[in-house]
Each structure stands twice: as C-alpha cells, then as structure tokens.
C-alpha cells in the first residue's frame, strides 16, 4: 500500500455499557479499494461500520476520510453512502423517490435517478412500490439509493445476507461489477469468508474488537499470523503438537509434519497445530492412524472426516479413495504452528 | 460523544406538567393556615358522608365492569362468531355509543328517559298513569349510562380478542374431544383473557372519573368527583385538597391491583393460521332470532342519538304536555349560528381542543423519539409520565392544575393562568397526552431505526428525516390518536366546570347552561354538533 490511505482509522475504540465492542482499531483504505472486515459475530465489525457512518461516537481515535478529520461530524454532513443489512428502503416512497432522496433537488435530478437505476439494471422502475420487489431488487435499489449523493465512501452491512443463496452468487458478481463501474472506496461488513474473498481487495479479520489480521485473500489462507484466523479463515483442523525443529512439528509418536511458524516459538514447547483438508493426505504407512467416520461428496473429490488419537481430521481426497468406516493412516503435507497460548 | 440533554428536558417538562400538580395537591391537603397540619385530614375522616362518597365511587366502578362486560362480551361473540342477516352493518352501529361525549350521553339519556322523556310519557299515555313510572335518579340512572358507554369497550377488546384467536387452536380442543362449552371456557375465554382484563380496567377506571352521569342524575347519591366539586363551591379549599388527594389514591391503588390480578402480559398467541370462520346460522329461526336481537339492540343502542336529534328540532317553548313535538325546525341551529354568544362556545371549544392536540402530538412524538429511538436511560420514567394522567380521574387533574396555576411564584415553577385562555388548553393536553401516547409511542416501537439512519446518511438534516420518513410512517398512528384525542377533548366536561371562565366556555358548560334555562332545543342541538365533531374525527381518525 503505497498510496495515501483515503480512508484511516486511528486507534479507534468504543465501549457500551457491559462491554468493549471496538478497542484500538487502525486500519487504511487506498482511494477506490474495497475492503471486507470479517469476523464472527460480536466481533466489532458492525459497531465499525457505524463509527465510520457516524451513527456512533468513538470514545477515543480518529476517524479520517481523505486527510479530513470527520470524527465530530454528524452523519447527515460525512457524505458516507450505507447500504443496511435490512437495506431500510423508505415502505412509503416509490422506488425512483427513494433513490432521489439523497440527491439535490435540481434539474438533473430525475436523470440522475434514471442513471442510478441503470447501474443497478433496474432502469424503469421508478413508480414501483417498494413492498412489490425482490429482495435481490430491493437490496440493488438500497445500493443505488446510497450512491444517490454521490459518497465520498460506502459502507455495505452483510449485504447478500438476506438473500437465497442460489441468488446470492449472482449479486455478489453484479454488486462486484456495480462497485468496480463506480470506482468508489469501500467498506463492506460480512461474517462469510467467502463473500469477503471475492468482493474484497483486502480483509481484515476482527475478534473480540480487535483487529487480528489484515492482508489479500490468500495472505489470510496461506500466511495466517494467529491462531484464530488461520482456524477462522477456511476449513481447518487444530491438534495439539510439539515444536521439534524450525519448521517441523511432531504430532505423534513418530510422526512429524513441515510447519509454517509465524511468530517465534521455542524448539522443544507445546504449539497448536492447524491443518487444512486438502493439505491432508491418506498414506500406506506413517502417518496417523484413524477411522473413516463420515464422507462428504464434493463431486468428483470429497471430505472424509477421520476419527483418530488427536482429534477428528478432515481430508479431502478422491471421492471413491475410501469407504466409511475403513482404517486409514493420514498424513499432513504442510501446516501451521501457533503458540499454545495466546 | 456529544448528548444534548434534551431526554432530561422532557422529563423535566412533562414532571411539572402531570406529576407536580398532583404532588402539590397532596402536599396542601396536609395544610391548613400556611401551616403543616392535620384538621382537614381529620374533618375527611370523620365525616360520613366522605366515607359514602368513596364507597360509592368504589362500588358503582365495580358494577360498571361488571354490566358493561355482561353486555359487551356475549354481544362480542354473537357478531364474531354467527352470522346473520345485518350483520355488518349492525357490527359497525353496535360501537355507536362511542360518538356521544359523556355529557351529551347523559342529556339524551334524560330527554330519552327522564321524567318528562319521551319513554316515560309514552308509558304514561299507554297506561294511563298519572306520572312517569319512575324518576331517573341515583345510583340506578348512573349505572344505566355507565353500561350503555362502557360496554363498548368489552364490545371491541373481545372482537379484536377473538379475530387473533387462531382457528387451529378451536380446531384442536375439537380434536382431542372437547366440546363447544369446554372448548369456549378452558381454550378461547384465556385466550381472550388479556383484552378482557384491559377492557375492565379501562371501564373501571372511566366509571371511578365518571362525573356527567353522577352530577345530572346523582341526586343525593354520593361520588368522590362530584363531591370534589361541590366542596371547592362550598370554599372548603382545605378539604377539596383531601378529598382529591384520596380519589387519586384510590385510583392509583386500584390502578395497581388491577394490574397485579392480571398478571403479566398473557400468554402470546402465534397467529399463522386463518381466523376462525363465521359460523353461517342456518335455520330459520336461529336466524330471525339473531336478526331479531341485533336489530332490537342496535334500535336501543341508537334512540339516545335520535332522541338528541328529535330533540334538536324542537323550537323553544313549543313542546310541554304532548305526546311527540308538535313543531319542528332548524331554528335552534341557526341560533348557534348566528348569535355571537351561542357560537362563542363552538369556536372556543374547536380552537383549544385543536391547540391542546396540536400540542399533546408534538410531546408525544419528541417522547417517542427518545423512548423509542434513542433508547435514552429516562425512557421508563418517560412513559410513565405520559400514561400518568390516564390513572388520575379528571376532576382530580382539574383541581391539581387550578392548584399550581392559581399562585404566581416562578421560582417554584408556577403561573397564574387560571382565569386565562391558555388553563383549558392546557388541562386538555394533559389530559389528552395518554390518548396520543397510546398511539404514538407503539407506532414508535414499530419504526425500523435504520431509516432515520439511512435517511441521515443520505445527507437529510433532523427536521427533514421527521418531516419525509417519520411523520409519513406514523400517519395512521398520529392521526388515530390525534383524532380521538381532539374528539375527547371537544367534548370535555369535567375538567372545564372547574378550570373555565365565562371567556372561553366550552360547549359543555354552554349545554348546562341552556338546560338550566330549560331551553332544552339549544341544549339538544350543541349536543348534535358535538355528536358529528367527535363521529368525524372517529371516522378520520379509523380510516386506513
């Protein structure tokens, strides 16, 4: 990141009655980049998103967007777009009236509108009720309306979360598309990896209000830096282990796996080890010894879930490899060491 | 984080309004001669005629529940449950009582029934007698009134009770064997449990503030309010404070029992599957029957209202010993109309009832957006000030305000306004800020408070959020309560008799003038218009 950060949290914390939801938050957004926080719930995420929209005072820190300090303003005066979780589209204005109402009143205002609607492929509906629309339609208007005014920023709330699923993945590549046409800076709130994978230039992985990590996509998969985002982020299986070398870990009685170590461990101290499935390998000989308890079909390839002296291992394999209830040895090809507290 | 304190203000504001009258009541009701003392405490206790004036007000509330249900529930499962011929129409008329204001009830109760009435002097034509059958008087003639305007109220809680009990839940008592009498007791009757129980603490509470019927008819028989009344004429101040001071007791003490006894909120009832259907009366006699019943009880129901109207058009000094008016006329209305200090009374009632609901809006919806959206630390001492007045009886609300505002001393948050235009407004905002409430606050609740957020971050100031997406969503809930409001307060009778001047007489006090003066056709046609103001503003205030 070598441009000048447009979007800067500084050290940002907030606290309700009973509990810290934000502490000593900083994180940068380059001007036109789109940045996920992911985080399981109660993780801070949202009370994030609504520091930055202004619908909530920090306690302490800064909120900067392009180099302007804008921790003071009201919400009305930041010229931040939000699209909601519930989209909280206006039930008594039609569509067309709720996408201008953020906009200027002004000549160009019903151009405007009919431009926005365009973006969202929805050109035409402006007399539409809100309540005789989709939820894909609706979440699509609750985009254009944000970007109405023109923002500076927007800021999305789990925005395919109250989608189907079958809907969900054709959205994600229209609102992806939508984003990249308007060239705005982002930020956008989601507890699925997968959303915060495809839409996000960068993620940053929130826990207990802390920010954990942040990095591109597969900084998050292949370079975790803590225990919690390397089990977080992707399918993975946490045993215990002990540190036998600087990049070798020993499971079990003679069995040693290659280990990524992020922070500095002492050779000889207890480490978490996390493996993910396809990482795992079934082998003849060495290895783990374990049972084949379940199998779940991916299509040609699948997961078997393995029962053995360490724990449950998953292993994703060729589907026909082997059968449910099979005695099997299985193996990891790489993995990641973590110190056993942190 | 900057907090503008504007939660404190409101609560502040709305303390001194409901709560620091009352308190100051109390407080003067241990005083006598500018000192701490006990004498009119003493003269309360040892006089009889106090303790009958309680006991009256006390058991004359309870036989109105209990009337008023006996009335209003079967009625209610008669037209939501059977169907017959009429039945819509005489659905909607069954809740005509409603319209009529409590003094306007009671006069066409006395035109209707009273000794000279019509129904009596049809009897005495009939018969032969040589004078009515009987005297509308006393606890008898009250109770009467009370039934005929409460009853409504058990009328609409059940049939709104009633249409959210699901059919599955008749079905399955059906089901596992139950029949149609055990299925109504042991299944829909504690399903309804809870609109039956807030109905009979609504009837209790009006009948216990109930001061029209009492004062018309009472005669002899005592209740606190026209006690009250008749203590502060007499210029025992000392005693009035006393008395008020006890009826306020007595309706927060039973405020709270009430509660208790129906504890809790009952139980939730999921409404997924349809409303039971009407059962469609098939034989001809259970139909002529029903039909029957409804029609001789709509005709009941609505001989006050025709009597009024009937009564409306008699020209002065025509009707005396006949049996039925001999003329008829709208000269009575035209005298409403054209003489200025006939009409003084419409106007002054039409602008205060509109100030006072004007006002008692706006502090219903600022306490909203701090109870409902700001989720400020005041919110339940908020909306126990704003339900507060609902539990004091009117004459003690009047009595506390000409108390407060009858001494100037701004330092203890008190103004000379009694004697001025602005004491009526006021006491009928106060008295009026329940009603609102009741409405606003729920509509409140509702508001998904991410529009005011989204509205705030599509660039729109306070007032333009209020004015484009809160007012808008609220409307059917401003104008519910509003209208029922501005209807209550056209119609107020015992708050005024304490606070008016000759100024700013309301109707009410106009009609009891003219039936002083026997000019019964004046009394009547005031009556008729109050009867349309308040059908209106029901009628706007229903509409969805």
Do not use: C
């Amino acid at each position: 990141m070598t441009d000048q950060p447009f979007l800067e949290l500084r050290e940002v914390s907030k606290r309700f009655p009973g509990h810290v939801a934000v502490q000593d938050l900083s994180l940068a957004v380059p001007r036109g980049q789109l940045l996920a926080l992911l985080g399981p719930s109660g993780s801070g995420k949202t009370t994030t998103l609504r520091l930055l929209a202004g619908f909530e005072r920090p306690d302490h820190g800064a909120v900067i967007v392009g180099g302007v300090d804008v921790t003071a303003l009201p919400a009305a005066a930041r010229r931040i777009g939000m699209v909601f979780q519930h989209y909280a589209l206006f039930p008594h204005l039609t569509v067309g009236e709720n996408v201008a109402f953020g906009i200027p009143r002004g000549p160009g205002r019903s151009e405007r509108v009919r431009e926005l609607l365009g973006l969202v492929d929805l050109a035409g509906y402006e007399q539409r009720r809100i309540d005789a629309l989709s939820g894909g339609q609706q979440q699509r208007v609750a985009l254009a309306r944000a970007l109405g005014p023109d923002p500076r920023l927007l800021l999305l709330d789990e925005p395919l979360s109250n989608l189907d699923p079958t809907l969900r993945e054709r959205t994600r590549r229209e609102l992806r598309a939508a984003l990249e046409a308007v060239g705005i800076t982002t930020v956008l709130v989601t507890h699925e990896q997968d959303e915060a994978f495809a839409l996000g230039d960068v993620v940053a992985v929130l826990r207990d209000g802390r920010l954990e990590q942040i990095g591109s996509a597969p900084d998050l998969y292949e370079r975790p830096v803590t225990h919690f985002v390397a089990s977080f982020v992707g399918r993975a299986a946490t045993v215990p282990g002990v540190l036998v070398g600087e990049d070798r870990v020993r499971v079990a009685e003679g069995v040693d796996w290659p280990v990524r170590v992020p922070k500095a461990v002492a050779r000889g101290s207890a480490v978490r080890v996390v493996v993910r499935p396809e990482a795992m390998r079934l082998v003849g000989e060495g290895g783990i010894r374990g049972a084949v308890r379940a199998r779940r079909y991916l299509g040609g390839r699948a997961l078997f879930s393995v029962d053995t002296a360490v724990g449950t291992l998953e292993v994703e394999a060729a589907a026909d490899a082997v059968t449910v209830g099979t005695e099997v040895r299985v193996t990891a090809l790489r993995a990641h060491a973590f110190p056993s507290e942190e | 984080m900057r907090r503008r304190p504007l939660g404190l203000v409101l609560a502040i504001g709305l303390a001194w309004l409901v709560a620091y009258p009352l308190l100051l009541v109390a407080v003067d009701a241990f005083r006598a001669d500018g000192a701490w003392s006990l004498a009119n405490v003493r003269g309360f206790l040892g006089d009889p005629r106090e303790w009958e004036a309680l006991w009256g007000s006390l058991w004359i509330s309870f036989a109105s529940v209990v009337l008023a249900a006996a009335l209003g529930i079967p009625l209610a499962f008669i037209f939501e449950r059977f169907d017959f011929p009429g039945r819509r129409l005489l659905g909607g008329l069954v809740a005509l009582p409603a319209v009529l204001p409590p003094l306007v009830g009671v006069i066409a109760f006395l035109f209707l029934y009273g000794e000279s009435g019509i129904i009596p002097r049809l009897i005495v034509a009939g018969l032969g007698l040589r004078e009515s059958p009987w005297r509308l008087r006393g606890a008898g003639a009250i109770l009467l009134v009370h039934a005929y305007s409460m009853y409504v109220y058990f009328y609409l809680f059940t049939r709104a009770g009633l249409a959210r009990v699901d059919a599955s839940m008749t079905e399955a008592a059906a089901s596992l064997g139950a029949g149609r009498w055990r299925t109504l007791r042991s299944v829909v009757l504690p399903l309804v449990r809870p609109q039956i129980a807030a109905a009979a603490l609504l009837t209790f509470m009006t009948a216990l503030g109930s001061f029209s019927a009492p004062y018309i008819f009472g005669g002899g028989f005592r209740v606190m309010p026209t006690q009250i009344l008749a203590t502060k004429l007499n210029g025992d101040l000392g005693l009035a404070m006393v008395e008020t001071t006890a009826l306020a007791a007595l309706a927060l003490a039973a405020l709270a029992l009430l509660r208790r006894t129906q504890g809790g909120a009952g139980v939730a009832i999921t409404a997924k599957g349809a409303a039971p259907g009407v059962r469609v009366l098939r034989s001809p006699l259970g139909r002529a029957g029903a039909a029957a019943l409804g029609w001789g009880f709509a005709i009941l129901l609505l001989l006050p209202h025709a009597t009024l109207v009937l009564v409306s058009l008699v020209p002065l000094g025509t009707w005396t010993t006949e049996l039925f008016p001999t003329a008829y006329s709208l000269g009575n209305f035209a005298t409403l109309a054209r003489e200025p200090e006939r009409l003084r009374p419409l106007v002054n009632s039409l602008w205060m009832a509109g100030v006072a609901t004007a006002g008692a809006l706006a502090l219903a919806v600022w306490a909203g957006r701090e109870v409902a959206q700001r989720r400020v630390r005041l919110a339940r001492q908020l909306e126990v000030l704003v339900h507060l007045p609902w539990a004091v009886p009117g004459t003690v609300l009047a009595i506390a305000l000409a108390t407060t505002f009858s001494a100037r001393a701004p330092w203890a948050g008190r103004w000379l306004l009694v004697g001025t235009v602005l004491i009526l407004p006021l006491a009928y905002l106060i008295r009026n800020l329940p009603v609102v409430a009741g409405t606003v606050l729920p509509g409140f609740g509702q508001l998904d408070p991410s529009l005011d957020e989204a509205a705030a971050s599509l660039g729109a100031g306070r007032w333009r959020t209020l004015l484009r997406v809160t007012f808008p969503l609220l409307r059917p809930a401003l104008l519910a309560g509003g209208a029922l409001a501005f209807a209550t307060a056209v119609g107020d009778f015992v708050t005024s008799i304490v606070l008016y001047t000759y100024d700013t007489r309301p109707i009410s006090i106009e009609i009891l003038g003219a039936l002083r003066e026997f000019d019964i056709g004046i009394a009547a046609a005031y009556g008729v218009v109050l009867m349309l103001v308040s059908a209106t503003a029901m009628a706007v205030g229903t509409r969805r």
